[in-house]
RNA sequence: GUCCCCGUAGCUCAGGUGGAUAGAGCGUCGGAUUCCUAAUCCGAAGGCCACAGGUUCGAGUCCUGUCGGGGACACCA
């Protein structure tokens, strides 16, 4: 679901309210449909048996079951579905887990659908399912096609999810890339999984950058207006993409800032300087697919007295006092380094090293100071934040958690609050890594990725690994068709099942459950796979990592291919097979519920299902 | 010196908040295609889960320490 950005400055403005509303009436109606899954269904079977035993004195009454779990066994050759109940209630029952697993087992095994139920190892329950339960499991993913998956976990929780907040100084390039997308699955997956979640851009339009881009924009215009500037100054913004900027403000402005003093000037480059370097990123980010919800403007938070407000409540509440500030603990202290008394946060109180400051010495906020009224603003339309932020920005996590933790909970109102640190990307052409200067404005842009190697390419392959780990990213292997690349190997997938419905389609066949009887055990490993993507969801929005998404599609991506070829030797087991209307109807109606599947998944990660390839 | 992340097959990486015999791809070796997309599939070999302690019924997973790789340590942003 693709939203219109809205460029608000703080708080939630009218439109976005709705938004919220609208989508989370949408989120309830969901609600009866998603429990009906096989999974959620069994849970259910399981938590009934359990409560039997506690009506009948077995297990204490009151006995808490959220530890237990009903999952698929890693092995399996073990059954369906195993649960660990009896080792995690064997305590409170004052059994092995063993006599209990075999009570409960006792009554997994009088109910409908429950073909077995084996006491196995340390205690695992172990159930076999009539294969009928997997084929109702099969007609609830048709029935709910693209809003299979869709949880309501997440329902009554609001998210922020700020991710890019890349300085308003340039266009994105590849140092942005990775949180960009994972940022933005992850606000799918938590959205899939029913939270209300708001996409942020935080915009640094406040800080000392922002007047090297207003120098360097104005050095443009006076190039456009016929002047030789040169070779672009140390210090200033070297790269081509200002150029164009600089004609444009000199066809808006003409030369009244040529020679004007800087005073004059600067606010004028400033704001116009940054309002084109949004855009820049805005179209940028389009190119990935992404969209935010809103901008927040650092500029417009000093103006709305937001640190000030947060300050005063900070002293207040003694989280800052002023004190003078520790030497830096680097290796070598900076020269010309002169304790200074400066308003401080004691985030050392949180397990920071030392407490940070929130002012410099001229008075004006630092940009700690800065982030942490921005976080207040958060908090105040959310109820949990979630940062998305690169690896070198890793110092700074303490006192920012530090700070939300101080103001949130002092308020009443604690807000959980999670940074995700992303790592460096590698960029490697031909096993060499690409070398990359920013100071020569000469560094590989996301315009440039994309363009080479396609969005899908991008972001699929940004989710291909926890997003804590480095990696690296060729150019070379992103692009190969084979099972070595999994954006191209679930792509696959997804057009073949296309390619056979269009082949069935031509012969005058269409999918159908009237007959899915007639599917067999190595159909029902591929409904085993599909029914649990719902889970895979949960799990990948519970933790925040989108990326089990990715690895979890090139698994089924695998049992669908696995199973296609069986037919190339077992040709009554292709999904067309000639004479056999019903079995190949049937097979057809999996073989569409399988692509549904792979679509909703690819849709969560902002990635193409192509039909073709 | 302090802090953060990582260390799993020859290589690149998963491992569902503590579960059963450790999982994939590439590479190596051996097989499969008159046929719905073989750009695919099946099988085999390959492991002190960096190391040492600890926590408990049970640890690749949690805790402590050591080693190795990466990153950060300004009143910058």
Redesign the pocket.
């Known amino acids: 679901m693709r939203r219109s950005s809205h460029d608000r400055r703080h708080g939630l403005d009218p439109a976005t309210r709705f938004l919220l509303l609208h989508r989370e009436s949408n989120a309830k109606a969901q609600r009866s449909m998603s429990d009906q899954t096989l999974y959620t269904a069994f849970a259910a079977k399981v938590e009934s048996a359990l409560s039997q035993l506690v009506a009948e004195g077995a297990l204490p009454a009151g006995t808490s079951f959220a530890n237990v779990?009903l999952?698929?066994?890693?092995?399996p050759?073990?059954g369906d579905l195993?649960t660990?109940a009896a080792?995690?209630l064997a305590k409170a029952a004052k059994t092995k887990p063993r006599d209990l697993a075999k009570k409960i087992a006792a009554k997994l095994e009088a109910e409908d659908d429950i073909a077995s139920a084996e006491v196995?190892?340390?205690g695992?329950i172990?159930l076999r399912l009539d294969p009928a339960a997997w084929l109702g499991e099969l007609k609830t993913i048709d029935a709910l096609g693209d809003e299979y998956g869709r949880s309501t976990i997440g329902s009554g929780t609001a998210v922020n999810v700020e991710y890019v907040s890349a300085?308003p100084t340039g266009p994105m390039h590849m140092g942005h890339c990775r949180g960009a997308v994972v940022g933005d699955a992850l606000a799918n997956v938590l959205e899939f999984a029913g939270h209300d979640v708001v996409r942020e851009y935080y915009i640094?339009d406040a800080?000392?950058?922002v007047d090297t881009l207003a120098r360097s924009a104005h050095l443009r215009y006076r190039e456009a207006l016929g002047e030789n500037i040169g070779a672009m100054p140390e210090g200033l913004y070297p790269g081509d993409y200002l150029v164009p900027v600089g004609e444009a403000l000199a066809r808006e402005l003409g030369d009244r800032f040529k020679d004007a003093p800087e005073a004059e000037w600067l606010p004028v480059f400033r704001a116009e300087g940054v309002a084109r370097m949004m855009d820049l990123i805005k179209s940028d980010l389009a190119l990935l697919g992404i969209e935010h919800d809103t901008f927040a403007s650092e500029a417009a938070l000093h103006a709305a007295g937001k640190p000030d407000a947060a300050e005063a409540w900070l002293r207040e509440h003694d989280f800052v006092y002023d004190g003078v500030?520790e030497p830096?603990?680097?290796?070598a202290p900076?020269e010309d380094w002169?304790p200074?008394k400066?308003p401080l946060f004691r985030s050392t109180k949180f397990g920071d090293?030392q407490d940070?400051?929130i002012k410099?010495?001229?008075g004006s906020w630092?940009?700690?100071g800065a982030d942490l009224a921005y976080h207040m603003q958060k908090a105040e339309n959310a109820d949990e934040l979630i940062d998305i932020w690169g690896?070198?920005?890793?110092?700074?996590v303490?006192r920012i958690k530090a700070a939300v933790a101080a103001l949130s909970e002092g308020k009443g109102k604690p807000v959980p609050f999670d940074v995700k640190?992303i790592?460096?990307v590698q960029l490697m052409r031909d096993g060499e890594p690409v070398k990359m200067s920013k100071r020569s404005g000469n560094f590989i842009t996301i315009a440039d990725m994309v363009e080479e190697v396609g969005k899908d390419v991008v972001r699929f392959t940004m989710l291909?690994?926890?997003p804590?780990?480095?990696?690296?990213f060729d150019f070379a292997k992103v692009v190969e068709?084979?099972?070595?690349n999994p954006v191209w190997?679930v792509q696959?997938a997804h057009?073949?099942i296309?390619?056979?419905l269009r082949?069935a389609a031509e012969e005058g066949l269409e999918p159908s459950d009237a007959a899915l009887d007639q599917l067999g055990e190595e159909e029902i490993v591929l409904i085993r796979r599909a029914a649990?993507f719902p889970?895979e969801i949960e799990?990948a929005a519970?933790?925040?990592?989108p990326?089990?998404i990715a690895?979890y599609l090139y698994d089924l991506a695998?049992d669908l291919?696995?199973f296609?070829?069986?037919?190339?030797?077992r040709?009554e087991k292709?999904?067309?097979v000639a004479h056999e209307r019903e079995v190949s109807q049937a097979r057809l109606f999996l073989a569409r519920a399988i692509g549904q599947v792979l679509r909703a998944g690819l849709r969560v990660l902002g990635v193409e299902a192509v039909e073709?390839?």
């Not at 999952?71 to 092995?75: A, V």
């Not at 068709?481 to 070595?484: N, Q």
Request: proline residues 6%.
């Open positions: 779990t999952e698929p066994p890693r092995d050759s073990h195993a660990n080792m995690v196995a190892g340390p695992f172990n300085n640094n800080g000392g950058q500030l830096p603990k680097g290796k900076p002169e200074v400066l090293d940070r400051p410099k010495s001229d630092t940009y700690f690896a070198d920005h890793a110092g700074t303490k640190l790592q460096m291909t690994r926890k804590e780990a480095q990696m690296e068709a084979s099972k070595d190997y696959y057009a073949r296309c390619s056979t082949k649990q889970r799990a519970k933790a925040r990592e990326h089990r690895f695998t291919n696995a296609y070829s069986l037919g190339n030797t040709t292709r999904f067309i073709r390839m």
